[in-house]
């Protein structure tokens, strides 16, 4: 009886590395091959986890979108901690956050050894590179705003909500182009549009 539940246990510890170890190599993944820091990785991140792995619901990975951009610290690290917790607790969290963070971390150290600043402008190759990288970069943010945008279930009385605020935010106007106070906003009418309709049946 005693050998069955050893089994039992190593088969259980086993798979619980091997998801932890999937959970790192993904994320490894994403921090490798994303240009254009956070919201370039986006779409990477949700073809991963939500199309590829199935581990989270679309509707569930637009939450902590949401959560990761509201949060202060960069928003790779934010949305890896928030899926790795969603996924594996806290565990999960430190492990996706790793493999975020690990090949941006070897990447720069390799470029501060090897490599310096005029180097890198002067050398042609690296810089026909990085100006091939450009406008993949530019279609890896649309996609995730696409994409969220049809999650969101944006309508055609709301979808002129984003291309305001965007407007707004882009314009030098001190306070009211404060990103900030378009998430507080947000917030404050999301909660009313969910809560006015529940005071409403109560009432009656």
């Not at 009385?157 to 965007?166: D, E, M």
């Amino acid at each position: 009886m005693s050998n069955n539940n050893d089994k039992i246990n190593q088969k259980e510890d086993s798979e619980t590395v091997t998801s932890l170890s999937q959970l790192f190599l993904s994320f490894f993944k994403i921090g490798a091959f994303t240009f254009g820091g956070g919201w370039a990785m986006i779409s990477i991140i949700e073809r991963e986890i939500v199309d590829k792995h199935n581990w989270i619901k679309r509707s569930d990975f637009l939450d902590l979108l949401a959560i990761a951009q509201s949060l202060p610290g960069i928003l790779a690290v934010n949305i890896a901690t928030a899926v790795g917790d969603k996924v594996r607790g806290g565990k999960g969290s430190i492990i996706a956050s790793l493999g975020t963070i690990l090949p941006s971390f070897l990447i720069i150290l390799c470029i501060a050894i090897f490599l310096t600043p005029d180097m890198i402008k002067n050398n042609h190759v690296i810089s026909s590179i990085f100006m091939g990288i450009r406008p993949a970069v530019v279609a890896l943010i649309i996609a995730p705003v696409i994409t969220s945008a049809k999650a969101a279930r944006l309508k055609w009385k709301t979808v002129w909500i984003p291309f305001v605020v965007a407007f707004m935010i882009s314009m030098d106007l001190g306070f009211v182009s404060n990103p900030i106070l378009y998430i507080l906003l947000g917030g404050i009418f999301g909660f009313l549009v969910w809560k006015i309709p529940q005071f409403k049946t109560n009432k009656q």
